[in-house]
């Protein structure tokens, strides 16, 4: 082999270590490319590992940053303009949520200590319920009807393919009709995790709900949001728990801060690829929509999720509290756009609900009309 | 149509590059150097981006570059082999049936044999460009059903045998990130992503695209689009969007409207959702005038 292509080949090495599935005929095709190129510069070595390595437009900041250590030297660079900035929004109001942050801090230890508690005590009974929770949900979510088709034995349309061949294989004799019909699909699922300051107490729960429910949906997608809109899904679909946990919160960076729910969940819909998955999904806001400043932007974005929403619902912890009444101006704002607006302040609660996803409820308006 | 060698086209990318810009096509060096890569290895392409970017585009402005006829197959949830591969004709199968008697008769035979894009493709005595359009819409079983054809350039017919290509075709892919697609799928192709062009680019695809816009109102709309795309919209306008618009503006302004007015009475055609309308509403006066600036 070349000595020229030793560094090349590292690079392929470098990245399989750091997770990115690396074939070995991706590499041939990384060395074809490079000396079809030239190569007459290092842009050349950089756009052919970009087209035949194929990063995923997720991790493309991350393998550039690679690219500059493997070949350059440069172990803090990070290239700037990648996909991934469509993933997350900035917070403009940078200074509220460090005074929000402040506050939140100050009564850190009181709330820690009681999250250590609760915890501990709840824990083998929790994962006995997300198991049984897991095990359920495929079945359990809405289903709709796919454009794909099974076979059957009743109530199908005929099944011209399979009948011909029997047809043939028989001589000519076909003992009873061959049958296709429209399968049913579950719906997706998608999990809104609101991670601001104000919600520390549950955002545990809620992972590890998240954790199970991607376990057991056939499609499920999950998202965090507080200043800042995180897709972690992928980090979630390792099987073990705590390393899926652990995976995800390092992607989070804004736990336990402020909360931008309008512009982040508007955010979540100008991209494509997230918005589409709205559509026709049961879609679970878990937050307390506690909107801090203007709340039209939230009452836009909920309107916006609700067209797209085969169902849509908030799962609020202040609904665990029976003095709770629809009464801030966003979440009244909101109410018309909601399907369910329910407890969100337990696990076994959260479950049930997302168990229950399927059954025809009242609109969320009507009961709490009713209630208050 | 009969079609130039792909390897003469494709000498170097800034060849490929100009060789679309004759197409009337502008590719940055980045999707040009993909298309070269994907011309010379000998790979299907994949290209990704959001929509708008002209990912359809770049597969016809190939097409064009190479003079070859495009064969295009439009994805959507539940397409499968006999949509995309073959059909055998069953009710003619069973006419011949019925016709032979007592007589043999090899009912898997071309006659029977409904060729889809892909086996068309395959067949086709010259190269062809196949564009496999928005496969993010499909499956992931129909994903698989492609792995064979993407590798080796063939499909199996289980009645008939392996069919292999006459002319390795060009095939192109293009997906809107609606879903991820299977490593697999990804791993056979040159990959390429598409974002919107910046300004200058975006201005100079206006020029290219519009009919008789002048410079000043390309730039102008371009600058406008840049700022509005910024905005988290729910359908952010595309490149074709923005060519509308200039073209748009400037009947608009032909026919006696003053120009930040024939802008704004044309936002329709950038803009197609009505709740981003009225977003961008109380915003867009602002923004045109700083775009005319």
Same mark, same amino acid.
């Given at each position: 082999?070349?000595?020229?292509?030793?560094?090349?080949?590292?690079?392929?090495?470098?990245?399989?270590?750091?997770?990115?599935a690396?074939?070995?005929?991706?590499?041939?095709?990384?060395?074809?490319a490079? *000396?079809l190129?030239g190569p007459?510069?290092?842009?050349?070595?950089? &756009?052919?590992?970009?087209?035949t390595?194929?990063?995923p437009p997720?991790r493309?900041?991350e393998?550039?940053?690679?690219?500059?250590?493997?070949?350059?030297g440069?172990?803090?660079?990070v290239v700037?303009?990648?996909?991934? &900035?469509?993933t997350?929004i900035?917070?403009n109001?940078?200074?509220?949520?460090?005074?929000i942050?402040?506050e939140?801090?100050?009564?850190?230890?009181?709330?820690?200590?009681a999250?250590?508690q609760?915890?501990?005590?709840?824990?083998?009974r929790?994962?006995?319920?997300?198991?049984?929770?897991?095990?359920?949900?495929?079945t359990?979510?809405?289903?709709?009807?796919?454009?794909?088709t099974v076979?059957?034995?009743?109530?199908?349309?005929?099944?011209?393919?399979?009948?011909?061949? &029997?047809?043939?294989?028989?001589d000519?004799?076909?003992?009873?009709?061959?049958l296709?019909?429209?399968?049913t699909?579950?719906r997706?699922?998608?999990?809104?995790?609101?991670?601001? /300051?104000?919600?520390?107490?549950? *955002?545990?729960?809620y992972?590890?709900?998240a954790?199970?429910a991607?376990?057991g949906?056939d499609?499920?997608?999950?998202?965090?949001?507080g *200043?800042?809109l995180?897709?972690?899904?992928?980090?979630?679909r390792?099987?073990?728990r705590?390393?899926?946990?652990?995976?995800?919160a390092?992607q989070v960076?804004?736990?336990?801060?402020?909360t931008?729910?309008?512009?982040?969940?508007?955010?979540?819909?100008?991209?494509?690829?997230f918005?589409?998955?709205?559509?026709?999904?049961?879609?679970?806001?878990?937050s307390?929509?506690?909107?801090? /400043?203007?709340?039209?932007?939230? &009452?836009?974005?909920?309107?916006?999720?609700?067209?797209?929403a085969?169902?849509?619902?908030l799962?609020t912890?202040?609904?665990?509290?029976?003095?709770f009444?629809?009464?801030?101006?966003?979440?009244?704002?909101?109410?018309?756009?909601?399907?369910?607006?329910?407890? /969100?302040?337990?696990?076994?609660?959260? *479950?049930?609900?997302?168990l229950?996803?399927?059954?025809?409820?009242?609109?969320?308006a009507?009961?709490?009309k009713r209630v208050? | 149509m009969s079609?130039v060698n792909?390897?003469?086209?494709?000498?170097?990318?800034?060849a490929?590059?100009?060789?679309?810009?004759?197409? !009337?096509?502008?590719a940055d060096?980045?999707?040009?150097?993909?298309?070269f890569?994907?011309?010379?290895l000998g790979?299907?392409?994949?290209?990704e981006?959001?929509?708008?970017?002209?990912?359809?585009?770049?597969?016809?402005?190939?097409?064009?570059l190479?003079?070859?006829?495009?064969?295009?197959?439009?994805c959507?949830?539940g397409?499968?082999?006999?949509?995309?591969?073959?059909e055998?004709?069953?009710q003619?199968?069973?006419?011949?049936i019925r016709?032979?008697?007592e007589h043999?008769?090899?009912i898997?035979?071309d006659?029977?044999?409904?060729?889809?894009p892909?086996l068309q $493709?395959?067949r086709?005595?010259?190269? !062809?460009?196949?564009l496999?359009d928005?496969i993010?819409?499909?499956?992931?079983?129909?994903e698989?059903?492609?792995?064979?054809?993407?590798s080796?350039?063939?499909?199996s017919?289980?009645e008939?045998?392996?069919i292999?290509?006459?002319?390795?075709?060009?095939?192109i892919?293009?997906?809107?990130?609606?879903?991820?697609l299977?490593?697999?799928l990804?791993?056979?192709?040159?990959y390429h992503?598409?974002?919107?062009?910046?300004a200058e680019r975006?201005?100079?695809?206006?020029m290219?695209r519009? =009919?008789d816009v002048?410079?000043?109102t390309? !730039?102008? $709309?371009?600058?406008? $689009?840049q700022?509005?795309?910024a905005?988290?919209?729910?359908?952010?306008?595309?490149?074709?969007?923005?060519?509308?618009?200039?073209?748009?503006?400037?009947?608009?302004?032909? =026919?006696?409207?003053p120009?930040?007015?024939?802008?704004r !009475?044309?936002?329709?055609?950038?803009?197609?959702?009505e709740e981003d309308l009225s977003?961008?509403?109380?915003?867009l006066?602002?923004i045109v005038?700083?775009?005319?600036?």
């Amino acid at each position: 082999m070349p000595r020229a292509a030793a560094p090349l080949l590292g690079f392929g090495r470098l990245l399989r270590r750091y997770g990115f599935a690396i074939a070995p005929e991706q590499i041939s095709s990384f060395m074809q490319a490079v *000396t079809l190129l030239g190569p007459r510069s290092m842009a050349d070595i950089r &756009e052919a590992a970009l087209a035949t390595l194929a990063p995923p437009p997720d991790r493309r900041d991350e393998f550039e940053a690679h690219f500059q250590s493997h070949f350059y030297g440069n172990t803090s660079a990070v290239v700037e303009g990648d996909a991934d &900035e469509e993933t997350r929004i900035k917070d403009n109001g940078g200074a509220d949520d460090q005074r929000i942050e402040a506050e939140h801090s100050q009564e850190g230890g009181e709330l820690s200590s009681a999250l250590e508690q609760l915890s501990t005590r709840d824990f083998l009974r929790d994962d006995d319920r997300l198991t049984a929770f897991r095990r359920k949900l495929s079945t359990a979510l809405p289903a709709r009807r796919s454009f794909r088709t099974v076979r059957t034995h009743s109530r199908g349309k005929l099944d011209l393919r399979r009948s011909l061949r &029997e047809i043939v294989s028989a001589d000519g004799d076909v003992p009873s009709p061959l049958l296709r019909r429209r399968q049913t699909v579950p719906r997706k699922l998608l999990l809104l995790i609101d991670v601001s /300051g104000s919600m520390k107490l549950h *955002t545990a729960d809620y992972l590890k709900l998240a954790h199970a429910a991607v376990q057991g949906a056939d499609r499920a997608e999950i998202f965090t949001f507080g *200043t800042r809109l995180t897709r972690i899904t992928t980090a979630l679909r390792i099987r073990d728990r705590s390393q899926a946990l652990a995976r995800a919160a390092a992607q989070v960076d804004d736990w336990d801060g402020g909360t931008r729910m309008g512009p982040t969940l508007l955010a979540f819909l100008s991209v494509p690829r997230f918005s589409s998955f709205a559509r026709g999904a049961a879609i679970v806001i878990l937050s307390d929509a506690l909107e801090r /400043g203007d709340h039209v932007e939230l &009452e836009m974005a909920m309107r916006r999720l609700s067209a797209r929403a085969f169902r849509l619902s908030l799962a609020t912890p202040l609904a665990g509290d029976p003095r709770f009444r629809p009464v801030t101006a966003a979440l009244r704002a909101i109410l018309p756009a909601l399907d369910d607006l329910v407890d /969100g302040s337990s696990l076994a609660g959260l *479950t049930d609900f997302i168990l229950s996803l399927a059954r025809p409820a009242p609109a969320a308006a009507t009961i709490w009309k009713r209630v208050s | 149509m009969s079609g130039v060698n792909a390897e003469t086209v494709a000498t170097s990318p800034e060849a490929v590059a100009q060789h679309l810009a004759a197409s !009337r096509y502008l590719a940055d060096d980045s999707l040009a150097t993909a298309i070269f890569l994907a011309i010379r290895l000998g790979k299907p392409l994949l290209l990704e981006g959001a929509p708008g970017v002209g990912k359809t585009e770049a597969a016809k402005a190939i097409a064009e570059l190479l003079g070859r006829d495009l064969v295009r197959l439009q994805c959507y949830e539940g397409i499968d082999a006999a949509h995309a591969l073959y059909e055998w004709n069953y009710q003619r199968q069973l006419l011949a049936i019925r016709h032979a008697g007592e007589h043999e008769i090899d009912i898997y035979d071309d006659r029977f044999l409904i060729a889809r894009p892909l086996l068309q $493709v395959l067949r086709a005595p010259e190269q !062809r460009v196949l564009l496999v359009d928005e496969i993010d819409r499909s499956d992931h079983e129909f994903e698989a059903l492609l792995l064979e054809f993407l590798s080796d350039f063939q499909i199996s017919i289980p009645e008939r045998g392996t069919i292999r290509a006459a002319a390795q075709p060009i095939v192109i892919l293009t997906s809107n990130r609606t879903r991820e697609l299977a490593e697999a799928l990804r791993r056979r192709c040159v990959y390429h992503w598409i974002g919107y062009p910046d300004a200058e680019r975006e201005a100079a695809i206006i020029m290219l695209r519009a =009919g008789d816009v002048a410079e000043a109102t390309a !730039r102008a $709309v371009a600058a406008a $689009v840049q700022t509005i795309r910024a905005r988290p919209l729910a359908k952010p306008p595309g490149i074709a969007e923005a060519v509308e618009w200039a073209n748009a503006a400037t009947i608009l302004e032909k =026919g006696g409207s003053p120009w930040p007015e024939a802008f704004r !009475r044309a936002i329709g055609v950038l803009i197609k959702d009505e709740e981003d309308l009225s977003y961008i509403a109380p915003e867009l006066g602002r923004i045109v005038d700083e775009a005319l600036v």
